[in-house]
Every structure is written in structure tokens, then in C-alpha cells.
């Protein structure tokens, strides 16, 4: 027919024509559509998804320009809905699904309970992509509250689902939420715009449950939370979510939180990305990580982030709203990263409804029995309001554990930081500056564990009385850091300990960022290094992880500071950049307050090596205090004892596990022992034995006469287990004579092997 309207030379007009239907693709005006924005079309859009769903491998549901208002549209596996441009699904007012029942409400609010009640819906979907240039759009008719019969209060909602995908659609008035997503894997938003506007939106797009997730090159706008990673228990389970990456996006909120954790936080969250993200504004967090179930929320880091207009800056909290099934504990919020990051302009966007002021200080608290953790702050620069007097940095803010907005802390006695319940936090080449003079202190931390504050450059107030403070912080250091203008920073600590000076060279603390405890620091068993030491959890595949470096490539001592105070053996895995380099058994030391050490050698690459300790047993690795990283000399010399010279004692081989021929087992007297010539020069010595005893069988050490040290024996569990104890000791060139001699009646440990290094 146009052929021939064409040949008679009349006009086309195809301005609004259906788009030619090709293989696999269904335009909604061929199935009763009429995008003139009155009629309801929603029909006619679910039996073209229809349609496509039941083509081989789906098919493309089209919009041509026009406006399609719609009740729900129940989406289905293997189907595109492609918007072109000028096309927009508008909401119609009623006649929307009602919410299906949910056994698991009392654990969310309604709008995260419920799914049907959306303007589209999908569950146990795969393969679904909402894709094009158009609009989806709410038209004020989706509800930011609890609907009534016949409304929606989101435009989008999923469950179950896999490979979703999100691309280049505009989505506004969304109700409740833009976008609802729980428990989908393999999901894909790219060129994705989530519009505020001054009614009819929350949030913007709500990630819960999800996994293996990208976002990218997309704006996310709302006027409560823009883009939330949450784990509520609204699908009567929770997965892990993991594998999550977001970048090159711009993020806004009216009034609450840009990025952010929780509250809904009943699963755990780990291995999350951000870069080259900007945070436009933020009525409450501009990076917000709550903890409030009892979700770990773990390897977290974000870099090259802006900030503006956002009343805190930064807020992590772990609570205790315990709203999951069994009233979980507390959860765990630790290795955290932010990198390049600043800050300025730092007023929430409008007045807070509700109370509250538009601006607080960047925060990090646990509770008073939970730390955060290994939190790492480097070139994080944050220029904010200030304007407070001296009198509030002697504010004292309440715990508030079952709530989490930023406000209820109230005005922070800090302008800068404010840290409380917190272990492990490093800030490094940062700024911390304010646009009207602030008498209060740029950094406060109260109650916890190393807290480093390096190469940091903070405003000082004309009336404040100090620059940093730290109160009950066991190891804490203030280095290579002044004010504006070039003093050093002011310091006042409070039943405070400061961290020595110079550690041992190549010491790396486990407590320390930027190692890594898959467990948690505690200070509780005297005798350890440092301000702590890493408690692995208690489980098969429990580790701790050291960043150490090399200035070259080679071979290397790793020593490790650890006690077993546990009966049976922590048999741990040694690794380096992810190859197994040693399996020590770590025998019981007779308590947790006995340390010792164990040295294994392994090659280094030049630069940073990762060192993992792994426990192979249920009761995961030995309480793990530091390991010293020393470039390896000569080949340790391994001398069997039982070719030594015998004090008092005979060769026996009756029990398993030994080296060699035999094993040298000594009198029960004090004076036994044994004697050996070795070759030096020497730095180490180290002892392969077993004590199937109940205490400790001390052995004295000396080198040609020269008292050395004494070994401490711990007792191993079993005759039949074989562990090392070692002692630096120090022989020139040359023949030396080492003797090693029971200083107790109960004489020595059974001795196998001496490993001279």
C-alpha cells in the first residue's frame, strides 16, 4: 500500500509507524498497542512479551515513539523490551497487582516485601534486558508509601533471577523504588538514568542478594537512598553478595545516602569495587556502610571519588537492630579501602526534614564489644563547613545501636573524623580542612586499636585546644604530619598507648593494615608483639594475610610469632603469592600465652608478596602474631642429633615422624642433652622436636661455652608430633661447638634435627 501511495506521489508519513517486525521481534502497536497515552496498552505489551517468550531463544519486544500507559506488565525469561526513542511506559493510577503474601514480612518493610505490586514484575526469570533510549515513567501514580488495593510503589521489581540487563532507559517517579533487584546473579546496568524529582520517588535502584553485578556509565538519582546494596530476608533465605563492581557513574540523594550498605543487612557482602565515581549529593552519607543484622560487609574499597553536598561525608556503623531470624549478633564491617577521594562543599543539599542539621563529621563506630577494622584512608581530602565552637569537641555522643542515621550521633566532637569501637585504621597523605573556623579537634578516636595518622595536613582553629585526640586506643602514632601551615599537630592521648617508634626491621604486625585477619585482633593473651594479634576464626580455610615487600627478587626467612593454647595441632598452609610453600603443624604451645616461633624459607618476587597462613583443621590457624621477612643467606645447615655428641641420653626411633635415623631422647635429669660441631658463620638455630608431656622441657643453649639463650619446649600433644622452636644465635666463620642441656628434672623434649641458618 505505500508502495503504491508513493507512486501515485502522494505524502508518507512514518513518523510514527510501527518499526518493520524482523525475526524475532514483536512491536507492541502489532499486538493492539496505541502509545497515545489514555488508552490502557498493558495488554497488548504483556502479549507481545508473550509472544516473544515463546519464540526459540525469545525475541524483542518493541516500543515505537508514543506513550504507553500501563498497568502491570509481567515480564518473562529470554525477552528484550527495547524503548526507542520517544517511547515512554507511563503508570496508569489503578488497577495494578496486588502484593503477594509474604511469610517473611516482620524482617523488612512492605515495599522491600512485596514484588507484584510494581508497574512490571518478573521472578525466576533468566535472560531478561530492558533496553533503548525511551522512559519508564511513574506519573506521580506510584505510591512512595504502603499502596492501597490497586496500586504499585515501584516500576521495576525482580527476584530470582539471572542475567539481567539494564541499558540506556530513562526511569522516573518511581515510587518506593526505581528499581527493585533480590537474589538475580549476573546483572548489567550501563547508560542507565534514574531521574529525582521533588515527588513521587525514593530510591533510586536497589541491589539486595545480588551478585556478579556491574554498573557503569549510569546516573542514579533519588530522594532517599540513589544506589543500595542490601540483604533483607524478604526471599526467605540470603546470599552472599559478591563480585560487585560500579564505576564511571554519577550519584545523587535528595535526602538520605548517595552509596550505601544496609540498613536491610542480614547477608554478608564482600569483594565490592568503586572507581571514578561522583557523589553529587547526600542528605545524610555520601559513602554509607551500616551494618545492622549481623552482615560481615568486608573488602570494600572505592577510589577516585568526588564528593559534594553531602551532610557526612563518610558513615560506617555496625548496630544492633538484629532483624533477621534468630536475633543475629552483631556483624563485622573491616578491610576497607578509600583511595583518592575529596570532599568539598559538604551541606546537604536542602534542609532536613525530621530534625537534624546538614552537616556532620565523617564517621566510623562499631559498639562497644565489636570493632571495625582495618579501615585504610589514603589522599582522602575533605574541605568541610566547620563553624563549631570549642566547647562541643567535649561532646560525648551516645552508642545508639539499634538505629542508624547519621544524625543521631548529633554534632561530633571532631570536625574532621570521628572514630569510636574501632581497631586498625590507617589515614595517609590526606587533607582535612574547613571553609569557617572549627575549634574543634580535626581527628578524635575513642576506644580501640592502632590508629595511624601519616603525612596528614589538618586545619587548626583559632581557639582549639588540640589537633588529634585519642582516648583508651591501645597503639596509636601521629607521623610526618602539620597543620596548615606547617606546625606539627597538637596530640592528646588519654589511658592511650603509642606505637614504638621503629619496629623491628621486616616485621609485619598481623594486627596491622594492611594485613588481613579472617577472624578478629585482639590484645587479651600477654606476650605478643605489637598491639595485638590476630584470632583466626575457628573453621576450615581461616587465614591471616600480609602485604610484605622485597627490595629484590630471591629467597627469604618468613618467621612467624604464634601460640596454640588449644590441645591438638593447628596445621596451617604457608603461601606465598598464592603458592604453597610450607605446611607447619603448629603443636599446642601449652597455652595461648606462650609464644613461639616458626620460620619457613620461601622465594620472593621484587616488590609486594602476599604471605597467607591458612588452617587446614576446624580449628583454623594458631593465634598469629607478626612474621619477620629477612632476605635468605646461605642454605641452612641441618644436622641430625642423633649424630651428635649424647649428654645423658640414648638414640631411640619407637615413635613416628622423626628424620633421619632416630631420635635423641635424654634423661630425665637435668645436664642431659646433646653437643654438636657445626661449621659457622651462624645466625639461627633451629630445633625440630616432640613432647608428649604436659609442661614445658627448657633446654639451655650455648656456643663454645657462651651462653646463647635458652629454648623453651612447649609441649606438642603426642611423642608422635613433631614441631620446631628456634633462637637467633650468632657465630663467626669457622668450627663452633653448640650444646644444647636440660636446665629441669624432667630433662628435654625428644630432639630429631638441629637446623643451623
Known amino acids: 500500500m505505500l508502495a503504491a501511495a508513493a507512486a501515485a506521489g502522494l505524502a508518507v508519513l512514518t513518523l510514527h509507524a510501527p518499526a518493520a517486525a524482523g525475526p524475532g521481534t514483536f512491536n507492541v502497536r502489532d499486538y493492539g498497542a496505541t502509545g497515545n497515552g489514555t ?56 488497577g495494578m497487582d496486588a502484593a503477594e503474601a509474604n511469610p517473611w514480612d516482620d524482617y523488612q518493610d512492605y515495599g522491600h516485601s512485596h514484588f507484584h505490586n510494581a508497574l512490571m514484575w518478573g521472578e525466576n526469570l533468566a535472560n531478561l534486558t530492558i533496553t533503548g533510549s525511551g522512559t519508564i515513567d511513574g506519573g506521580g501514580n506510584l505510591i512512595t508509601g504502603n499502596p492501597s488495593s490497586g496500586q504499585a510503589d515501584k516500576i521495576l521489581s525482580v527476584k530470582r533471577c539471572s542475567d539481567l540487563r539494564l541499558t540506556g532507559i530513562t526511569m522516573r517517579r518511581g515510587g518506593h523504588f ?68 560500579v564505576s564511571d557513574t554519577t ?11 544496609g540498613s536491610e543487612t542480614c547477608g554478608d557482602f564482600r569483594d565490592i569495587r568503586f572507581d571514578r565515581i ?73 534542609e532536613p526534614g525530621g530534625g537534624g542539621a546538614r552537616e556532620y563529621a565523617s564517621t566510623i563506630t562499631g559498639t562497644p564489644a565489636v570493632d571495625i577494622e582495618n579501615i585504610t584512608l589514603t589522599n582522602v581530602d575533605f574541605d568541610v563547613p566547620g563553624g563549631h565552637p570549642a566547647t562541643d569537641a567535649n561532646l560525648v555522643p551516645g552508642e545508639f545501636l539499634t538505629t542508624y542515621p547519621p544524625r543521631d550521633y548529633g554534632t561530633r566532637p571532631s570536625y574532621g573524623w570521628w ?17 569557617t573556623n572549627d575549634n574543634r579537634p580535626a581527628i578524635i578516636a575513642d576506644d580501640g586499636g592502632t590508629v595511624v595518622v601519616d603525612t596528614v595536613r589538618a586545619e ?52 596491622n593494615p594492611p594485613a588481613f585477619c579472617d577472624g578478629t585482633i585482639d590484645s587479651n593473651q600477654p606476650g605478643f608483639s605489637g598491639t595485638g594479634f590476630c584470632n583466626t576464626a575457628n573453621a576450615t580455610g581461616a587465614y591471616a594475610e600480609w602485604t610484605v615487600n622485597s627490595a629484590a627478587a630471591g629467597p627469604a626467612t618468613l618467621t612467624f610469632g604464634w601460640a596454640n593454647g588449644a590441645t591438638a595441632a593447628r596445621t596451617s598452609t604457608v603461601a606465598v603469592n598464592g603458592t604453597t610453600v610450607a605446611t607447619p603443624a603448629f603443636a599446642p604451645t601449652g597455652a595461648w600465652t606462650n609464644w613461639t616461633t616458626t620460620t619457613v ?66 634423661d630425665n635429669v637435668a645436664g642431659s642433652g646433646v653437643e654438636c660441631s657445626v661449621s659457622g658463620p651462624v645466625g639461627s638455630l633451629a630445633v625440630r622436636y616432640a613432647n608428649g608431656t604436659t609442661a614445658d622441657r627448657p633446654m639451655a643453649v650455648t656456643v663454645d661455652g657462651v651462653a646463647a639463650g635458652t629454648l623453651t619446649f ?24 653448640i650444646r644444647l642441656t636440660a636446665t629441669t628434672a624432667t630433662g628435654g623434649p625428644n630432639l630429631d634435627r638441629l637446623t643451623i641458618g
Request: a negative charge.
Open 39 to 94: 488508552t490502557l496498552d498493558d495488554d497488548a505489551v504483556d502479549a507481545a512479551i508473550t509472544a516473544a517468550a515463546s519464540g526459540t531463544g525469545g525475541g524483542t519486544v518493541v516500543f515505537p515513539p508514543g506513550t504507553y500507559r500501563s498497568r502491570t506488565i509481567h515480564l518473562k525469561s529470554n525477552v528484550t523490551l527495547q524503548l526507542d526513542a520517544g517511547a515512554t511506559i507511563l503508570a496508569h493510577s489503578s
Open 178 to 245: 526505581m528499581g527493585l533487584i533480590n537474589g538475580c546473579g549476573g546483572v548489567t546496568i550501563d547508560n542507565l538514568k534514574t531521574i529525582w524529582s521533588s515527588s513521587g520517588v525514593r530510591d533510586g535502584i536497589n541491589l539486595i542478594n545480588s551478585w556478579d553485578v556491574t554498573v557503569t556509565n549510569s546516573r542514579i538519582e533519588g530522594s532517599d537512598d540513589a544506589l543500595a546494596f542490601k540483604s533483607d530476608y524478604a526471599l526467605g533465605e540470603t546470599f552472599a553478595s559478591h563480585n560487585i563492581r
Open 251 to 261: 550519584v545523587y540523594s535528595h535526602e538520605n545516602n548517595a552509596l550505601q550498605f
Open 278 to 350: 561522583t557523589i553529587l549529593g547526600a542528605g545524610k552519607a555520601g559513602i554509607g556502610i551500616v551494618s545492622m543484622d549481623g552482615a560481615i560487609i568486608e573488602d570494600v574499597h572505592y577510589t577516585d571519588v568526588t564528593i559534594t553536598k553531602a551532610a557526612s561525608p563518610v558513615f560506617m556503623k555496625i548496630g544492633e537492630r538484629k532483624r533477621c531470624p534468630g536475633s543475629p549478633p552483631a556483624g563485622r564491617i573491616r578491610n576497607i579501602s578509600l583511595t583518592n577521594v575529596s570532599g568539598s562543599n559538604l551541606l546537604a543539599p536542602a
Open 419 to 435: 572514630m569510636r569501637h574501632i581497631r586498625g585504621i590507617t589515614l595517609v597523605d590526606s587533607d582535612i580542612t574547613f571553609a
Open 460 to 511: 587548626r582553629g583559632s581557639g582549639s585546644a588540640y589537633d588529634v585526640g585519642f582516648s583508651s586506643i591501645g597503639g596509636y602514632a601521629v607521623r610526618n604530619s602539620t597543620n596548615t601551615t606547617g606546625g606539627a599537630l597538637r596530640v592528646r592521648a588519654t589511658n592511650s598507648t603509642p606505637l614504638p617508634d621503629t619496629p623491628p626491621p621486616g616485621r609485619y604486625e598481623a594486627e
Open 601 to 666: 624459607t620461601a622465594t620472593l618476587t621484587a616488590g609486594a608478596n602476599t604471605v597467607r597462613v591458612t588452617g587446614t583443621t576446624a580449628g583454623g590457624a594458631p593465634n598469629l602474631d607478626f612474621v619477620d621477612v629477612a632476605a635468605a643467606g646461605p642454605a641452612p645447615v641441618e644436622i641430625q642429633a642423633e649424630t651428635c655428641t649424647i649428654l645423658q641420653g640414648v638414640v631411640e626411633s619407637n615413635h613416628a615422624g622423626f628424620t633421619g635415623t632416630g631420635f635423641v631422647n635424654g
Open 714 to 737: 612447649a609441649p606438642t600433644g603426642a611423642w608422635t608430633t613433631w614441631t620446631s622452636a628456634s633462637l637467633p644465635v650468632t657465630a663467626s666463620a669457622g668450627t663452633h661447638l
